[in-house]
């Protein structure tokens, strides 16, 4: 079964791109004034407990491209996909195209996560102390969202 594209996920894949692509730019454009050292990992609460050379910089943007082109190949075999509810004849139009949408999103919040630990490290600086509790509850109440569509689409 091959899904269409909604305008909501076209919109998501052109904003993913625009900051993977962005992000590249960015580090190009700012490399002579970035320092020598930079954050390398982040504790929990969003201090620095690593420290590397920017030549690392390209390590999280390539993960974010990697994870970006796997998501989007995922989003082409619905049928593989563990959905958390029986799929029928019946209901798997609605079902698969909830699901998508949660793919979709996902990938949006994982993109963004991974541009702005790279902007930060950029600057050389601690993440804010609320950026993991934030990322973490946003992306729960995206899942639990679509969750409940599902729950309702079945």
Known sequence: ??????????VINILCL???IGIIIYLLISW???PDQIPGHFAADGTVNRWDSKGTLFIVPAIAWVLFIGITIIERFPHLWNTGVRVTEENKYRIYKITKSLLVTIKLFVVALFVSITIMQTLAQSLPVFFLPVFLSLMSVIIVYHIIRL???R
């Open 18 to 20: 625009i900051l993977l």
């Open 32 to 34: 002579s004034g970035i």
């Open 151 to 153: 729950i309702k689409a």
């Open 1 to 10: 079964m091959r899904l269409g594209n909604s305008i909501f996920e076209i």
